[in-house]
T-cell receptor, first 114, second 116 residues
Framework: SQQGEEDPQALSIQEGENATMNCSYK?????LQWYRQNSGRGLVHLIL?????REKHSGRLRVTLDTSKKSSSLLITASRAADTASYFC??????????????FGQGTILTVHP | NAGVTQTPKFQVLKTGQSMTLQCAQD?????MSWYRQDPGMGLRLIHY???????DQGEVPNGYNVSRSTTEDFPLRLLSAAPSQTSVYFC???????????????FGSGTRLTVV
């Protein structure tokens, strides 16, 4: 398994602005997942993008994947105060064991000011 | 739909005590795992299981035991609690194998453990 590295570590924006978070990883993937964690709560799965997809949308979320650069980005459009949370990416390896071992980096802490 | 249920939600232990954190899921997921999260840090994998009778170690397994006798339950045992095990513990379940997953993992709401 491998863990993604999220960037930036922290992001502070005003309500209504867009928020972009990036994720880099090291080895080939089968898919990549994004999760959100509100303060003190468990992680919530947001979106999964497969290695043969370049872009995926879900409501105000847009995820892109560039396998040549081994990177993904999560865009939240028209941010709301309720989007304040930590965001984590989780790349799932293409080769080797298909065991879970879903591992996480430090995440991006997003603060949306009303 | 209960999802992933963790009990207890809060626990205070004295150093040297043992206890079991419970995790149950009702989604018939093969994969279950335990994580700990310390302040300002991401989640670190303790142990995981890909089915009943199968468990394996994660990144930080020392001081913890697990067993998986049924698909639904995956308890985490602290053998002799230490202050360094003060943390928030999350259980997660999901489809297996991951390569064929169309959706992600489901997490419990956490157990906040303090060891004094």
């Amino acid at each position: 398994s491998q863990q993604g590295e999220e960037d930036p570590q922290a992001l502070s924006i005003q309500e209504g602005e867009n928020a972009t978070m990036n994720c880099s990883y090291k080895t080939s993937i089968n898919n990549l997942q994004w999760y959100r964690q509100n303060s003190g709560r468990g992680l919530v799965h947001l979106i999964l993008i497969r290695s043969n997809e370049r872009e995926k949308h879900s409501g105000r979320l847009r995820v892109t994947l560039d396998t040549s650069k081994k990177s993904s980005s999560l865009l939240i459009t028209a941010s709301r105060a309720a989007d304040t949370a930590s965001y984590f990416c989780a790349p799932i390896n293409a080769g080797g064991t298909s065991y879970g071992k879903l591992t996480f980096g430090q995440g991006t802490i997003l603060t949306v000011h009303p | 739909n209960a999802g992933v249920t963790q009990t207890p939600k809060f626990q205070v232990l004295k150093t040297g005590q043992s206890m079991t954190l419970q995790c149950a899921q009702d989604m018939n997921h093969e994969y279950m795992s335990w994580y700990r999260q310390d302040p300002g840090m991401g989640l670190r994998l303790i142990h995981y299981s890909v089915g009943a009778g199968i468990t394996d170690q994660g990144e930080v397994p020392n001081g913890y035991n697990v067993s998986r006798s049924t698909t639904e339950d995956f308890p985490l045992r602290l053998l002799s609690a230490a202050p360094s095990q003060t943390s928030v513990y999350f259980c997660a379940s999901g489809p297996y194998p991951l390569l064929n997953a169309n959706y992600g993992y489901t997490f419990g709401s956490g157990t906040r453990l303090t060891v004094v």
